[in-house]
């Protein structure tokens, strides 16, 4: 099975998006075809044009690394603007980068169910009928371009039972489910429990680890999580794609080591899919 990772930013800690160009995705992606992983998730995305993009998808051609998915968001983070409109045109853009790229899957943070964010005042049908508004448009345009749009999880059972909703709401094969492990871990939903959850929608991963306390990214084996139970429950759903790490661009409070956190990812995700899946 492929295992692929998001490129970090290879100069040190990454202290703004604006630092993150074309060049450095470029040394980005040969850092992680050295390491040995196969597959790669452009997590700034939004920043580039459709002519740059269109370069990453030579530069990984020619570095035998292949485009899987990217991380939706605008020009200056994951945010995805204050309007409909903007949020709209936001992912839009999205949707175009990820197939200039070459990739197959746009991971989405939905605006009104973020990775921790908690149910607020309004009603669930509410925030059910403005990410349908945002989403549904997109929806569209990715089906044209051959996108698999990935809802992904935060941290609560409440959070990936509104995901499943939305899911619902939208229909379509095109539209399934990011599972990332660390959010899951952070509250009561739990990593193996999310992958049961999106069963047959689960498109694509972001295996991190951590302690149960903050977001941290770390590779997996590092932290807390069960990973035989998340493989176990990954053999359940048949997932058969690429089993993609997420990694951070520099910790501020623990030494910033990319080249050991890409190693040790790979080493652990490559033992627990020949422990849990290979054999099964």
Not at 180 to 207: E, F, M, V
Not at 269 to 275: D, H, I, M
Request: glycine share 10%; aromatic share 6%.
């Amino acid at each position: 099975m492929k295992i692929g990772c998001n490129a970090l930013y290879p100069y040190g800690p990454l202290t703004g998006e604006s630092l993150f160009t074309l060049e450095a995705t470029k040394e980005a992606l040969r850092q992680l075809k050295e390491v040995g992983y196969d597959s790669v998730e452009y997590s700034h995305a939004a920043r580039f044009n459709l002519g740059e993009a269109q370069a990453l998808r030579e530069h990984a051609a020619a570095l035998g690394i292949a485009p899987w998915s990217i991380h939706a968001g605008g020009a200056d983070g994951f945010g995805l603007g204050d309007t409909v409109e903007q949020a709209q045109a936001s992912l839009i853009h999205c949707t175009e980068v990820c197939a200039a790229m070459g990739a197959r899957v746009m991971v989405v943070h939905t605006v009104h169910c973020g990775p921790l964010r908690q149910p607020d005042e309004h009603t669930v049908e509410w925030r059910l009928d403005q990410d349908r508004r945002i989403l549904e448009p997109v929806c569209t345009r990715a089906q044209d371009l051959g996108i698999d749009l990935g809802l992904e999880n935060g941290a609560t059972l409440v959070d990936m039972e509104y995901l499943l909703q939305l899911r619902e709401l939208l229909g379509g094969p095109h539209v399934g489910f990011c599972i990332d492990t660390g959010h899951a871990n952070l509250g009561d939903l739990g990593a193996a429990r999310a992958i049961d959850l999106a069963g047959k929608w689960l498109y694509t991963t972001h295996l991190q680890d951590n302690h149960g306390q903050r977001d941290d990214h770390l590779p997996p084996g590092r932290g807390a999580i069960d990973w035989a139970a998340v493989f176990q429950a990954m053999r359940r759903t048949g997932y058969a794609r690429p089993l993609m790490i997420e990694l951070t661009d520099g910790p501020k409070d623990r030494p910033y080591d990319p080249d050991a956190d890409l190693r040790q990812g790979l080493q652990s995700v490559a033992r627990f899919a020949a422990e849990h899946l290979a054999a099964h």
